[in-house]
């Protein structure tokens, strides 16, 4: 296993590898009193040089992270505030399009899933957020478990297809991203590409592949593995995985090394390819996408969701949101923040050039099986992986 920079130097990496565990494992939402999965032995024996003192958010370089208001709030007229792991613009063009409907401004407070998840959960019944919106999945189930969302009207959870939606019925699921490989063609030919994400441990792969193992876009994926293939195979899978990866920060500087002919492969999600070709014009993308298809893991789709809290002091307003973030409108304002995910409604077509969701035969898996990303995150501390 090797650990790569994210083009910022490789300082952070290596300097002081027991405080980036600790923040590392901060926001990843297991070291916080009853989060706290581990004991105190492995903190302080653990040697992996791996951690990301500041995990890769959804906010990626150049992207705002902190609070920002959008719509100009009235006398009078509501507010909402929303906690937010997606990518500013996704969330920040939705508000707005919502603010220009309503009159209702919107704050919103992005970070990554983790760390706004243990905030709510910190700040209990006194939380200033009404609605939270996950990137993936997994933070939203996590705050379910903790009894701290309210039920979504059967009106609004029936605007996107059941399999997007949690078990629970307290969230609604928004936007999907695919998992995807992303490859570099001038070290890889097509032929040699893997037929599945399982292959990547195998010994030929070695230094072939990179991950970003703290994403909560990854760690999905490691669930997946352990539901489709249990957790025996999953454990080999991920011992291999740990002989043979580079370690990144996140998902663009597994795409940039790809994109420079530094690295064959990477496991990504599929809309950070398409944003650099956004940037850079399609024609100049050196690197290509691989679906891996087939109900393989390598394939899943994760969802992005958004919930109301329990502690609510505007629920009515917070359902109304929720309301609009399925609409025809709202989706549409996602396929317009040009963070090319999918929308979920059939009747919004995604951004042109994209897959369709309907080809990429994920693995049947939904949010209820992908559950909180606890077990993989104990798989991945167990090989040395975090
Ligand atoms: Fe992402």
Known sequence: MRVEGDGLGERRL?????????????????ATGAGLVLGSRRLVS??????D?????????GEERGTVTVGTPAPGQGSLTVYSGQHPEFTETIAAAFAEATGIAIQIRTAEDPELANQII???????????IAANSPALMRLSEQGLLAPVSAEILSQ???RYNPPAGDWVGVAARATVLVYAPSLLPETALPKSLLDLAKPEWQGKVGIA????????????????????VARAWAEGL?????????NTPILRAVEAGQLATGVINHYYWFRMAAEVGEAEMRSKLHYFGHKDPGALVNVSGAGVLTSSPY???????????????GQEALVNSNTFEYPLRSDVAPAPGLKPLAELDPPDLGPGDLGDNQQAIELLLDVGLL
């Open 46 to 51: 653990a040697q992996t040089a791996v951690a």
């Open 122 to 132: 910190a700040e209990g019944a006194s939380s200033p957020a009404d609605v939270f």
């Open 242 to 250: 740990a002989r043979n990866a580079t370690i990144y920060l996140g």
């Open 14 to 30: 290596y300097a002081g590898r027991l405080s980036i565990r600790r923040r590392h494992l901060f926001a990843l939402g297991l």
């Open 213 to 232: 193992p703290a994403e909560s876009d990854f760690l999905p994926v490691v669930t997946a593995v352990i539901e489709l293939e249990g957790e025996d």
């Open 53 to 61: 003192p500041e995990p890769d958010p959804e906010a990626e370089e």
């Open 160 to 162: 996107v297809p059941a």
């Open 315 to 329: 629920p009515e307003l917070a359902q109304q949101f929720l309301a609009f973030l399925v609409s025809e409108p």
